[in-house]
């Protein structure tokens, strides 16, 4: 079991706060700022984010999903002191506190399998044989740091949640995405389906009453 919260990021923003334009460059402002570290792997994050996005739209997977492997690290983006902690073995819980980021523009079918991708890869550790010795390196030593496989309780609970299965697609994604020199579309494109997605939350929010 993985114990403590997260460290608070002070750079959330709200649908009301800016305007539709200016959130999608502020969001990829941080990817392309710090998405060039590679965090143990053989590629950089923001190749990564780019590969499992272009995975999922392969997949046919929907908007929601493919926003969220696009976003899905977008936590080691905004989060540096994490990021340290993460090195000195301590977890940082990125997907905590990238689907907090993301949780005032973006609706729960984005934020929910960001915030579980991470238990996603303990869920396949402990019930799908051959998952664990197929991750990277970085993906094992990370596992350490998250706790591990989960016990037959925890996995049992985990199955029963909301979003599990778009959670698994997406750790599929996350796994699979870390190919050397793959090209794939840039992440300018993507702007037109995180328009959409936060639009429609806005317009819900607004006639909801909560603006």
Avoid at 125 to 143: I, M, Q, T
Wanted: proline share 3%; hydrophobic share 40%; aromatic share 8%.
């Amino acid at each position: 079991m993985r114990q403590g919260n997260p460290p608070c990021v002070g750079q959330r923003f709200h649908i009301f706060q800016i305007g539709l334009d200016q959130m999608i460059d502020k969001l990829f402002h941080i990817i392309n700022k710090f998405g060039r570290l590679t965090y143990g792997e053989d590629i950089t994050q923001i190749e990564h984010a780019l590969q499992c996005a272009q995975l999922a739209r392969e997949d046919r997977a929907a908007d929601t999903l493919i926003a969220a492997a696009l976003l899905h690290d977008i936590g080691q983006f905004i989060d540096d002191a994490g990021n340290a902690a993460e090195q000195r073995g301590i977890d940082a819980r990125h997907e905590v506190i990238g689907a907090a980021f993301l949780a005032t523009a973006f609706p729960d079918s984005v934020t929910e399998p960001v915030r579980m991708h991470v238990e996603a890869k303990r869920y396949l550790c402990a019930s799908e044989p051959g998952y664990r010795s197929a991750l990277s390196r970085a993906s094992e030593l990370s596992l350490q740091l998250q706790g591990g496989p989960m016990t037959t309780a925890e996995a049992s609970a985990f199955a029963q949640a909301r979003f599990f299965e778009e959670a698994i697609r997406l750790r599929r994604y996350d796994d699979t995405g870390k190919r050397k020199n793959w090209a794939v579309s840039e992440l300018e494109s993507y702007r037109p389906l995180l328009e959409r997605l936060i639009g429609d939350r806005a317009a819900r929010e607004t006639s909801d009453g909560r603006n």
